[in-house]
Every structure is written in structure tokens, then in C-alpha cells.
């Protein structure tokens, strides 16, 4: 059977929209004589949909959807996901679901049975999980439909099991020849590799060819890569689609002796420098462009943060599109003002000066009775980032751009950052990259000509909010604290396994009581683009109101 | 058996704090001769924990807690909430759990096997479900001890079950003579009653006396309201603690005949709007005390929000600890320096005067060549609640102060509010009170005497953002909008819905296109304190690149 493999980009919630990709798709696969199409999963609503999935409306809209390609598209089978409601009066009212139909009718169903309930996933809220797993007969072969996570609960793979069954087991006991998993799996450092080594040794375990179909594209933080993929029977991959774009490929399951289909086996990322590059530049085009925008505003400060979100937004939205404004005080060195222009101009986007320090000097003169007595301390400093993030705000508001944050992870880790100021945004581009890591996409970018200039990468950064400031004043070196911040957020160790990792006990104890301290500002932070295996937002939730660390520091 | 309840406001991850309510109220059970002594789910930890359950040392130190408990109380049995360890290498890590231990020793575990996984609710995020429900045998009863959403899945109650067993049902199978229930059932308007309704129907219908452990206290959004209760076998509520703060109460399971333990029903609010009152007082005093704070700094307008917000915040940290600001610019009429004057002399809060035009005029002589051409529009407005934002920020910072902002419902639902302007600040103290109940809120308040001035509550809404501006100049009326917004966001219906019970087509498209466009602003507010059956925040998760509501409206 020649199956073609379609990994598309759909829009939450526009089922016109959805049904057209899905319809070019299928066209595409039948000029190529395949037997069957295979979509992602929720390809129809796109993933996630959240709390849309709670409005009766958008589950009649999907299932209507559904109803129009059955009838739309003809000869040839299509497996697609879509929402289902439980028709059962117990147990949550939907089910993610499966379906394959041909030529106006729905051959087969299948539920998703185990649904993740963890990091940004939410799936135990909404949906009843499946009770069968049934493999049905379709020309020749006998395909084993799984949703995603239903291939992840594999023994021999995974030491701690979450769930109960292993469905892939339940479709090859009931004589499953082709196993068809769709998915809706999301990119981070390291995903692929690992994805890869799961669906071959599931593959070569039990002797069948394995099919992933993936959602490519980002919707808000969560950024699939696609590099959906055919394994065969030896676990080797067959066909292997782009990453971080929509693709088609295809595999012929009859051909056992190792064809080796090499224009299937298309070109991704050589590097997971060159993965979180092209995820950030998918993930920025897909929120502004998602959320209705074409335009973008950030702010340069001459420091690299900005400068590599400058260089990700004109990537991703060309760079005509791009408004830089940089905003001086009396603390603004006069490199950065060089630096700033010369990076506006090698990459070519618009660029604006705006000064602070009128504006700073009226608040000051304002708000000095209130003051009363008392040393500048971190309230001017915030002031001056309060401005300039106005100054943004009133860009975006009267150009009808959106504003791109520009403050890296290790920042908003600790909190080195001001809420109401720079923090301000639609989407915080780089908020899960840790300062160190920017360093390394900044000589990526710059690998074979000088894009970002080399002083903006050799500089020490400094907020400059008050004279001669460094951030080493106040943090640790950026290699000690992002390997504690690590350790502490991603890695979910406590103070006591980060001492005895060989971090001084006063710093540990420093940074973390930092990270939990701060918890309210990341709260009010933008959405960020997820690249690492814990970012901070909807994938991380912590109470406010609590007194964790600092008990165990009272003791 | 006696029995105390008791009902005590714990910390989260404070297990000190924890341990020694838990201790102090054990006491006192004591000293009334109870035989036991019940306290609330995950008392130890404080509900809800989230993440901080994905931390080894957090559950090593809730356990560690749980076993000083069981050292160092004496003489009586305690029931209580805890965060155990699944045993097993497969599924879930956690249970959330109930124990009851006397003179040093466990005599019994329970695991929760309903586990909520809606709204505010994320169970399945962390524990695996229970499988059993076995009463236990203790000084002459068989108790049958649930947790929360235990004993929330009656056929009789619930039309639409969303599990699958009933664990009253398989207690009472095994014998169960007395039901236990220990809950963090958070408050909402309403609930109280259908609490009631519920635990009597249960009482009744198994004929065994039930008795219903609740947490109190505000835990960021969530506010408990307490209001813990015996319900004898005919359903008769024959012990109640107080609404909305710790208490403690007692029922004797012997007395047959009827006893009426009138000294154990204590007064609880005899209406919807006291109810709220109360739990915004309790959420404003729990939220700023609990994270650290004991002052608060406001704005003041002169319009009815930020007059009930101070009235809150004063009643919740005395008025000695809030200070009022009021900013007025070239729009501000004469009557809300006089009204805001007046009110702040009425409650006896701070009041500061800072006028905004000069920094204003600053910002505008600054930006006027990127504006370039076109009339003042939103922009400038956005500006003045952004330079008000940072003036209250800069006293936050300086002062040591929480920012409460003042927002209400209707305004946030349809984002006629200003991101880091107005909507600054660590708690939005009445972000889930619809416009038209500020005003029964209010007028509650003047009950007695005028404490709100009257002009504040008579005037028409305005933001003052512009010359002679109302709310309704941009807004239906408030009473049309909060049915509309009711509809859509409480109760979930569609255009369509709403347009079929009256309300006219373009409006609701109008209005439910606003409330969508704006999640983006939502997804950065302040937490706010929940007492609707939907609230913005955690319990209402939507994507923001989504394309629902235009896609419907295209076609």
C-alpha cells in the first residue's frame, strides 16, 4: 500500500481554513496514486485547542468539518483527527479521536487511550480515554491506528510507565500489520533523537512498519517540528519530512526489500543550534501572524538579547517588517548607539531613537515628595524600563505591531528583569533560551558573515539602569547560574542534590529562593516558544502564594 | 464517637506553619474530650500544592511532617490530608491521601479516587487514582473516610456522572456506619447550598450521619470558604463552622436522638453578596500576607471599582496599611477629587495626589515624530493609564507595597482596560465581580452608613481618558453586557445560544469577539480572586493564536 504522509500547519479553531490544507493535501496524494492519506492528530481544530473544546459549538463546527472532507474528498482513504463526542451519558462528554474514511464514508474509529496530563499537556481535562484497540483491514493490510501518546508507554523503553496499557502491544496481539500512529508532538533539544530511537525499536520489536504523522507549526508556546516519518520493519527510517514546515511524503508498505525512497527523505536540522534557530523563527512567524499581525516593534539596547530577537523576527517575518527603536538614558554607552545601527542595517529592518531621559527626569520630579527620604535604589531603575516599554507600547498600539520581548531564560529565572517594562510584549521570543545558549545562536547566525556584530557578542551585558552596571553585579557567571537553573528547573532538583552536585550552598540557596521569589512576575510574563523540556508558563505551574523555600531556609 | 472538626488555614509549603495549626487544633480537641479529630485534604501541604508536587524534597518534607504529627500527638485520632508516594513503578508518583493515626501509629490509608481534572482542578497532573474504598473499624464505627470529589458523583445528584464509580456507594457496601469526607472545596456564589443539598441528600440516603471537613483561606486565586459541617443521618446539619475563617467544631455520632449541638452551628453570611464580601476579604488579606506583604497601594479614580477595592483592602490589612493615590490629569472632573477625598477619609486610608499631565505632555513631545500623522487615538489614551501604572509601581517598589488593581469583570472580559497600565498590579481584588454587582457590593457596604459617597456610586462609568468619555460611549449597558458575558464566558453558550434567548446578533457578535481578541491581555493580568463558577485565570485556559470566533463570522 502506498501511503502518503501530509504534515500541515493548521490555525486553532479555523475549520475553513484547516479543511482547505487538508483538502490541498489530499489532492497532492492522489496525484501521486497513493492508497491513503494520513493527517495529524486534531488536524481538523488544529492542537491544542484548550477550554475551546468546553464550547458545544466548536466540537458541531469540527465534527461538521469532518462531515465536509468525508463527502469532499474521494478516492482515496484518508486517516485523520478530529474531536468526537462520548456518546455514553458518563465520563468527560469527548474523545480525541481517529477516523479513516473513503469515498463519503467512515470506515473506522479509533479513541486515543493514553492521554498525557503533564508539562503543557491537559488532555485528562477534556477527553474520555479510549477502551479498545482494534486494528481494521483496509486494502491488504491490517492498520493499527494510535493518537500520539498511545506509543509512549513502551517497557522495554520507558523504566517508569505512567500508564497502565500499552496499546501498540493490544494492535499487534490483534494482528496489526501497518501501525499508523498521529501525532500532535511538540519539538524540544534532543525530541527528535529520542522519537526516532522509540518508533525504530518499536518498529523492529514487533516486525512492523511504523507511521508518524506530525503537526508541524507553533500555537502560542508550544512549537511542533513535524519530521513526520516512515519506519519499516527494520526500524530504518523510509521517508522522513522537513522540520518546522509543512511536507508531504510517502512509503510503500508492499515494497519489502528496502527501496529506499531517498526523495522521501527530505533535509532537516544538522544541529539543535540550527532545530531551536528555525523553531523560534516558525514559532514567532506563526504567533504574529496566528494572532492577526504582519507588523513587529521590539527594542534594542545594543546587548545580544535583543539583537538575536531581531534577527528571529526579520527571519520570520521579513525584515520590512521589523520596527527596532533603540532608547538611550545619560547611562547608555555610545558603543551600544554604533552597535545598534550597525545591526539594524545588516539585517535591514527599520530603525528608531527615542531618548528617555525627558521623560525619566518629569517622573523623578514627580514622584519625589513621595519618595521622601531614601537612596536611588531599584525603583528608578525599573522606572526607566517602565518608560521605554510605553514608548514600545504606544509603537505598537498606533502602528498596530506587536511587541516582541526580548528577555532570555536565565533572566526571568531570577527575576533580573522589570514587570511593566521590559517584560512587555505579545511573545517573549527568547524566554526559554538560557543566556548562555543565546551566545551560541548569535555565532551560529553569524558562522559565515558578520550578522550580529562581534561587539554586541564580546560586550559584558549590562541592563544600564544605573552607572557602570554589569549584570555580574548582581548574578553569579551566567555558566554557573544557568547550569544551577537547570538543574533546578529543568532537571526538578532540590537544594540539597545541587549542593551535592558541587554548587556552594550560599549561591544555591540565592538563586532559587530568586527563582521561587519571582514566580509573580513570570505569571504576567508574555507567552514564550518552548525549546528546552521545562519552560516557564503554561507547562510549569506553580502557586504564588507559598512559603516552600523559604521554610526550608527558616529551619 | 466525638468528634471534632477542624478547620484550619494552612500555608502552602509551609510545614511548619502546618504542622503547628495542625498541633494547636488538635489540642483543643482534646481539651473537649473528642475522640478524633478531622482536619481537611493535604492540610500538610496546603491545597493546591501544583508543581511543587513535582519536587522530591517537597513530598520528603510532607511526609516528614506527617510523621512528627503522628509522634507528637497523643491521646486522640487524627484524620488528615497528605501527599503520599505511589509504591509502584507504574502510573502516577503521587496519591493524594487521607490517614487517620492515633498514639503514635497509622491505623488506616485512603487514596482519593476522583480525581477533579477541570476548571482550577489539575488531579491528574499528579496522583494517580485510589482503587479501594474500605471503611474502617474504630471506637465503635465503621468510618468510610473520602476525599473531596469522592463523594461528588451520586447518581440521584449528578445527571451527568464524569466518573465511573461512586465511592459513598462502595463504603456504605462495606459497611461504612459514619462518613467522612475531608475537602478543599473552594467557595463560589451558590455553592454553600448545593454543598448542603448534597451531603443531606447522602446522609439520608444511606441513613449514616456525614461529616464534612473543609480547608479555608485563599490560596491565590482559590478561596475556600469553610463552612465545614455534620450532617446527621437524616440529613440535618447538626454542627457548622464559620464562613471564611478557622473554626472549630463537634459532633457527638452516638447521640441518636437528635442533640442539637446549637453552640456548634455558627453563623455563617445570610447572603450571596455578604458571602462575597467576605471571601474577597479573606482572598486579599490571605494573597498579600501569604506572599509577604503586610501594606497595599491602590489607585483611586473617583469611580466605583477602585472605591470598593480600597473598602476591601482596609477591611483585609487594616486601613493603617493602605495607601490611595489619586492621579488626575486634564480629564478628571472636580467631583473625583472630592469623592475620592472623601472616601478615603471615610475608610481612613493613605491618599496621595500625584497629577499625570506633565509626564504626559513629555511623552507625547517625545513620540509625536514617530506618531507622524493621524488624530489622538487609543494610543494616547493607553499612555495615561501607563504612566498612572508606573507612578504606582514606583511607590510599590519604593515602599514595599502590593499593588492591588481595580479592575472588574465586564471591563476584563472585553478588554476595555489597559495592559501595564491599569491592569498593574500583584492581585486584581475584583476581577471576577461583574460591573452590576460592584454596584450591589457597594451598596451593601453603605447598609449602615454612607461609607462609599453616594456620588461615586450615582455617576456614569468612565475611564477619564479622554474629554467628556463614558463607559457606554464605547460599551452597551452594563446590564445588557453582564448577561451577554454571563451567557458566554459562566455558562458557556454560543452566539448562537445567546442570540436564541433575545440578545441581538450584531451585539453578541460584537461582544463575544472582544472577549476573544482580548485573552491576550487576560493571559498577563493579575491573578485575581475567584467566587463565580467561572472566573478568568486558571481555571479558564484558552489559546491565544486561535481563529474561532472571526472564522465563524466569515463564513
Aim: proline share 4%; hydrophobic share 35%.
Amino acid at each position: 500500500m502506498k501511503t502518503a504522509i501530509a504534515q500541515i500547519n493548521p490555525v486553532i479553531g479555523d475549520f475553513e481554513y484547516n479543511f482547505s490544507r487538508i483538502k490541498h493535501y489530499a489532492d497532492k496524494a492522489k496525484a501521486h496514486s497513493c492508497d491513503m492519506v494520513v493527517f495529524s492528530e486534531l488536524v481538523i481544530s488544529g492542537y491544542p485547542p484548550r477550554d475551546l473544546l468546553e464550547k458545544k459549538d466548536f466540537i458541531e463546527a469540527n465534527l461538521s468539518c469532518l462531515s465536509r472532507l468525508v463527502d469532499e474528498i474521494r478516492g482515496i482513504g484518508v486517516i485523520c483527527g478530529f474531536v468526537d463526542r462520548n456518546p455514553v451519558d458518563e465520563g468527560k462528554p469527548l474523545y480525541n479521536s481517529a477516523v479513516l474514511f473513503e469515498n463519503g464514508k467512515i470506515l473506522h474509529r479509533v479513541n486515543k487511550r493514553l492521554l498525557p496530563t503533564y508539562d503543557v499537556f491537559d488532555e485528562s481535562r477534556y477527553f474520555e480515554a479510549g477502551t479498545e484497540c482494534t486494528p481494521y483491514g483496509y486494502k491488504g493490510e491490517k492498520i493499527g491506528i494510535t493518537i500520539c501518546e498511545d506509543v509512549w508507554n513502551d517497557k522495554d523503553i520507558f523504566q517508569k510507565r505512567i500508564y497502565h496499557i500499552n496499546p501498540v502491544d493490544l494492535m499487534i496481539k490483534g494482528g496489526a500489520s501497518l501501525l499508523v500512529n498521529i501525532s500532535a508532538s511538540p519539538f524540544h533539544v534532543g525530541k527528535k533523537e529520542f522519537r526516532w530511537d522509540l518508533f525504530g525499536a518499536i518498529a523492529r520489536k514487533y516486525k512492523v512498519p511504523l507511521i508518524f504523522a506530525n503537526q508541524v507549526g507553533g500555537n502560542d508556546s508550544i512549537l511542533f517540528d513535524g519530521m513526520s516519518a516512515a519506519f519499516d520493519k527494520d526500524g530504518k527510517i523510509r521517508a522522513l519530512a522537513r522540520d518546522f514546515e509543512e511536507d508531504i511524503i510517502f512509503y510503500d508498505s508492499d515494497e519489502q526489500t528496502g527501496m529506499t525512497y531517498e526523495e522521501n527523505i527530505h533535509k532537516v536540522s544538522g544541529s539543535d543550534v540550527e532545530s531551536v534557530l528555525k523553531a523560534l523563527i516558525m514559532g514567532t512567524r506563526d504567533y504574529v501572524v496566528k494572532c492577526g499581525f504582519s507588523k513587529v516593534v521590539l527594542g534594542l539596547s545594543g546587548g545580544i538579547d535583543s539583537a538575536l530577537t531581531a534577527f528571529i523576527a526579520a527571519k520570520a517575518l521579513g525584515s520590512e517588517n521589523v520596527l527596532s527603536v533603540f532608547m538611550p538614558s545619560g547611562y547608555t554607552s555610545v558603543d551600544n548607539f554604533e552597535d545598534t545601527k550597525k545591526l539594524a542595517g545588516n539585517i535591514g529592518i527599520g530603525f528608531e531613537v527615542i531618548p528617555v531621559d525627558g521623560v525619566f527626569k518629569e517622573f523623578i520630579r514627580l514622584l519625589s515628595p513621595s519618595f521622601r527620604e531614601g537612596e536611588p535604589d531599584i525603583t528608578e531603575q525599573n522606572i526607566q524600563a517602565r518608560i521605554r516599554g510605553t514608548i514600545l507600547m504606544a509603537l505598537s498600539n498606533r502602528q498596530g505591531r506587536l511587541l516582541l520581548s526580548t528577555g532570555n531564560k536565565s533572566e526571568l529565572a531570577v527575576g533580573y528583569c522589570t514587570l511593566y517594562g521590559d517584560m512587555n510584549g505579545g511573545l517573549a521570543v527568547i524566554s526559554d533560551i538560557p543566556k548562555t545558549e543565546v551566545y551560541g545562536l548569535a555565532r551560529f547566525i553569524n558562522r559565515e558573515e558578520e550578522i550580529i556584530p562581534a561587539r554586541i557578542i564580546e560586550k559584558a551585558p549590562s541592563a544600564e539602569l544605573k552607572p557602570d552596571q554589569t549584570d555580574q553585579d548582581d548574578l553569579p557567571p551566567y555558566e554557573i547560574l544557568d547550569s544551577i537553573l537547570k538543574g533546578y528547573i529543568e532537571d526538578l532538583k532540590g537544594a540539597g542534590e545541587l549542593v551535592k552536585s558541587g554548587f556552594d550552598p550560599k549561591l544555591v540557596e540565592d538563586v532559587i529562593s530568586r527563582v521561587d521569589r519571582n514566580e509573580y512576575k513570570r505569571h504576567q510574563a508574555a507567552p514564550g516558544l518552548k525549546v528546552t523540556t521545562k519552560a516557564f508558563g503554561y507547562g510549569r505551574r506553580y502557586p504564588l502564594a507559598q512559603r516552600y523555600t523559604q521554610s526550608i531556609y527558616k529551619k
